[in-house]
């Protein structure tokens, strides 16, 4: 199953450069066909979610063998502010990186409807808002995980607020333990959210895609309409 799924997002993704390839110059060197510099931004935006959910992934996997180590005495005093610490201040910044491409989405797909519009561009679902939406979705899911441990969302704003945190939580075994677990909890609610916005994220792409499908087919009926146009113009004049 995970073969096949990788196989399908191989194929989805050659379909798309085939697409967005500068297709043959027509008469004066100008491209007959309207592809979208979009397609850019949307192909290396969808590389950044794969590796943000590894890193999401990687810190939960580490966090998990810390709760164990708490546990067990291994960790204690200041060498919690060590590989611990980089690692929570790593997983906040997968969160904002996470809200920050959502929101470059939402403008990418702005941009996109306005710019083809004019071409027929109207897809039944608006990307912009459903990235919205994923926004506040996501807000929401870690602030849930943060409010069990008494914190606010504000304070994985900064680094310097994160840490501050965590100097107060590791005064304590119990407090190291809480911190860690609250971390492991943001990275799972964080990878399964960014799931999602990688899905909305490809069925954005396919929307786009088919669309430039279509102006492709179109722009090459007309190339060949206009080439027996001038091929019948031509023999009449013999």
């Known amino acids: 199953m995970m073969i096949w799924k990788k196989l399908t997002a191989g194929v989805a993704m050659a379909g798309l450069l085939t697409l967005t390839a500068p297709p043959p110059a027509g008469a004066g060197g100008l491209s007959p066909y309207p592809v979208a510099s979009e397609f850019t931004q949307l192909m290396n935006n969808i590389q950044l979610i794969a590796q943000y959910i590894t890193l999401g992934q990687q810190y939960l996997r580490q966090g998990q063998q810390y709760v164990q180590q708490v546990k067990d005495g291994t960790v204690v005093g200041t060498q919690f502010f060590g590989p611990i610490r980089a690692d929570l201040v790593g997983l906040q910044q997968v969160v904002q990186k996470g809200n920050s491409l959502s929101y470059a989405m939402g403008n990418l797909d702005s941009q ?127």
């Not at 996501?138 to 680094?159: C, F, I, K, R």
């Open 112 to 238: 996109f409807t306005t710019k083809f519009a004019a071409l027929g561009y109207a897809p039944q679902t608006s990307y912009a808002s459903r990235y919205a939406d994923w926004s506040k979705t996501s807000m929401d899911s870690t602030q849930s995980a943060l409010d069990a441990a008494g914190m606010q969302s504000s304070q994985m704003a900064t680094e310097e607020d994160l840490v501050e945190q965590l100097q107060d939580m590791s005064s304590s075994t119990d407090g190291q333990l809480k911190a860690i677990q609250t971390g492991n909890q943001v990275a799972a609610m964080e990878v399964q959210q960014l799931m999602k916005l990688r899905q909305l994220m490809m069925a954005d792409m396919q929307s786009k895609a088919a669309f430039q499908a279509q102006q492709i087919a179109q722009s090459d009926e007309q190339q060949r309409a206009l080439g027996f146009f001038q091929n019948t113009k031509l023999y009449n004049s013999y």
